[in-house]
């Protein structure tokens, strides 16, 4: 039972997550985003090529993938693991989305979703981390590898607490991992000083 329960909330957040948001943004718009700039389907690949709007789109939209999966796991099985491994596939189905060639994004804003859905705090706490880091820096995945960095430290703080249930731990330690994963090409550019920064046309 626990098995099937494990693997029903997996197959929920891959495939809520696999939807491809701005892959659909840039076909509405008669452009496959895979073939520009990163050849991701993320919010700033769109923001790079096709612009604002339809960069606060996909932003939105993948936000909301991470949200649904969570709560959908929550109606459905009413325990936190099963929310948590929600959250964790609904990332991996956004990066690697079977709907468009295992092609997808980095995950930061579907996380970010499945993070406000699983604990708000948390989420509240690192979102101003972000946004000012994007502005100070100009560069996304500055903002990106920082919160993904900082976001088990902030889990681990609340669960000492007793805030945030114990399980929560292993959905942050999964976006460290996950974070550095897919974005190992941005920190090599970033080393190297080459890593392009917001407001570039792809």
Not at 33 to 50: H, K, P, Q
Request: net charge positive; charged share 10%.
């Amino acid at each position: 039972m626990i098995l099937q329960t494990i693997l029903g909330s997996a197959i929920l957040g891959y495939f809520f997550g696999a939807i491809p948001i701005g892959y659909l943004v840039g076909q509405a718009r008669g452009i496959d985003i895979r073939l520009y700039g990163s050849g991701r389907t993320g919010g700033t690949n769109v923001l790079r090529t096709l612009g604002a709007r339809a960069a606060l789109i996909t932003v939105l939209g993948d936000i909301t993938k991470g949200i649904a999966a969570v709560v959908a796991a929550s109606i459905l099985f009413q325990a936190e693991t099963p929310k948590v491994v929600a959250g964790v596939f609904a990332i991996i189905g956004h990066s690697k989305s079977v709907f468009i060639g295992w092609r997808g994004g980095a995950g930061v804003a579907t996380g970010s979703g499945a993070m406000l859905a699983l604990y708000p705090p948390v989420f509240l706490l690192l979102l101003p981390v972000g946004i000012g880091l994007v502005l100070v820096t100009r560069v996304a995945s500055v903002a990106s590898i920082t919160v993904a960095c900082l976001g088990p430290i902030a889990i681990a703080y609340f669960v000492s607490q007793n805030l945030e249930p114990l399980e929560h731990i292993g959905f942050g330690l999964f976006g460290l991992v996950w974070g550095l994963f897919v974005h190992a090409g941005n920190l090599h550019r970033l080393i190297q000083g080459k890593e392009r920064r917001i407001g570039e046309k792809s």
